[in-house]
């Protein structure tokens, strides 16, 4: 999946149940099994040469860009002013979001930069096990877009 739905979903899920002990088992959880649902994301063809690396890469600052707009968005009622870093909600709201991508970001040097150390293998391992892209876009962002207007609505 892409960054936002993976990050808007661990933040949603500290926005309600906000202590770490609670979120960030429940957000890890709640990747894999988005990562279940087939969907098309910006890594979507490395591993079969239909993408490039460093097209892929861009367009992963691209998404995690629009992610951390949308979680100001959707999170903090006051947009346009500056975000109290030390307040318990802002931080639990962006450790959230960052839960929720941290499977990916663990993946991250192996599929763009053909790096993977030992002891994060079997992280990745299980992590694919998950896994089901689909090259089709359209069949692959609108579970995502479906998750994202949930969180909207729920939120």
């Known amino acids: 999946m892409l960054s936002i739905p993976h990050s808007l979903t661990g933040a949603f899920i500290a ?4 202590h770490p002990a609670l979120y960030i088992p429940l957000t890890l ?3 894999y099994l988005c990562d279940w649902i087939p ?6 063809g490395l591993s079969v040469g239909k993408r490039k690396r460093s097209s892929a890469i861009l367009l ?3 998404d995690l860009a629009l992610t951390a707009g949308l979680i100001y968005w959707f999170f903090f009622k006051d ?3 500056p975000v109290d870093m030390s307040d318990a909600y802002t931080f639990h709201i962006w450790m959230g979001a960052l839960m929720g991508i ?6 991250a040097p192996r599929n763009f930069l053909r790096w993977e150390p030992w002891f994060i293998k079997p992280l990745n391992e299980f992590h694919g096990m998950f896994h089901h ?3 089709n876009i359209l069949v692959g962002i609108v579970p995502q877009i479906i998750l994202v207007v949930v969180i909207w609505l729920l939120k």
């Open 39 to 44: 969907h098309w994301d910006v890594g979507t």
């Open 60 to 62: 992963e600052l691209v």
């Open 15 to 18: 926005s309600k149940l906000p």
């Open 102 to 107: 941290a499977p990916d970001l663990v993946e």
């Open 29 to 31: 959880a709640m990747h």
């Open 79 to 81: 947009f346009g002013k």
């Open 133 to 135: 892209s689909t090259p």
